[in-house]
């Protein structure tokens, strides 16, 4: 897709990152319409607790979108408990292939502690080879900045939101409030 086709990808960066037997997912707070920012505090980054197994979840894209996609992988972890990898495989399905939500326009980057995944409309349910994950127009900034400090002492929380930091200096679309999520393995 290209940006045209996509005008909610600009919009956000969320970072997924798992070390030392946690996973931190933090999203930053701009919502931007075009070229103005709308709101500087918004919450891309939520924990869902379907049957009391606890998942994270960040978005970036259209909010309303991304809400329908979080709905739908609740419903998924539902029928599928303590199961994330194959509840993202069968949103991931049902994405591709039902018509409706063919049009959403978002990305999740999701974790129950174990996994860290992103999921995308083109059907594709990827888990990071480098244990860092990130999307957004910032996604880039982001996941290089992370992964440039794995190696560190750092935990996987100054990790992501050192990274961060570092992507709202350079993306106009990212900003410095942040949203962080952390769940253990």
């Given at each position: 897709?290209?940006q045209?086709?996509?005008p909610g990808w600009?919009?956000?960066?969320?970072?997924?990152?798992?070390?030392?037997?946690?996973?931190?997912?933090?999203?930053?707070?701009?919502v931007?319409?075009?070229?103005?920012?709308?709101?500087?505090?918004?919450?891309?980054?939520?924990?869902?607790?379907?049957?009391?197994?606890?998942?994270?979840?960040?978005?970036?894209?259209?909010?309303?979108d991304?809400?329908?996609?979080?709905?739908?992988?609740?419903?998924?972890?539902?029928?599928?408990?303590?199961?994330?990898?194959?509840?993202?495989?069968?949103?991931?399905?049902?994405?591709?292939t039902?018509?409706?939500?063919?049009?959403?326009?978002?990305?999740?980057?999701?974790?129950?502690g174990t996994?860290?995944?992103?999921?995308?409309?083109?059907?594709?349910?990827?888990?990071?080879?480098?244990?860092?994950?990130?999307?957004?127009?910032?996604?880039n900034?982001a996941?290089?900045?992370a992964?440039?400090?794995?190696?560190?002492?750092?935990?996987?929380?100054t990790i992501?939101?050192?990274?961060m930091?570092?992507?709202?200096?350079?993306?106009?679309?990212?900003?410095?409030?942040?949203?962080?999520?952390?769940?253990?393995?």
């Open positions: 897709m290209s045209g086709d996509f600009h919009g956000t960066t969320i970072i997924g990152v798992k070390k030392n037997g946690k996973v931190v997912i933090a999203g930053d707070g701009q931007s319409l075009g070229q103005t920012v709308i709101k500087g505090t918004a919450r891309k980054v939520r924990r869902l607790s379907p049957g009391g197994f606890d998942v994270i979840a960040g978005f970036a894209g259209s909010t309303a991304a809400f329908t996609l979080l709905e739908r992988l609740e419903a998924k972890l539902e029928a599928t408990p303590g199961q994330l990898p194959r509840a993202a495989v069968e949103l991931a399905k049902d994405w591709r039902d018509k409706y939500l063919q049009k959403l326009e978002a990305m999740l980057i999701v974790t129950d996994h860290l995944m992103v999921i995308t409309g083109a059907g594709d349910v990827l888990e990071p080879e480098h244990n860092v994950a990130a999307i957004g127009s910032g996604g900034y996941l290089a900045a992964r440039g400090m794995m190696d560190t002492k750092k935990g996987a929380d992501a939101r050192d990274a930091a570092i992507a709202a200096d350079i993306c106009v679309y990212t900003n410095g409030n942040l949203t962080v999520e952390e769940i253990s393995e």
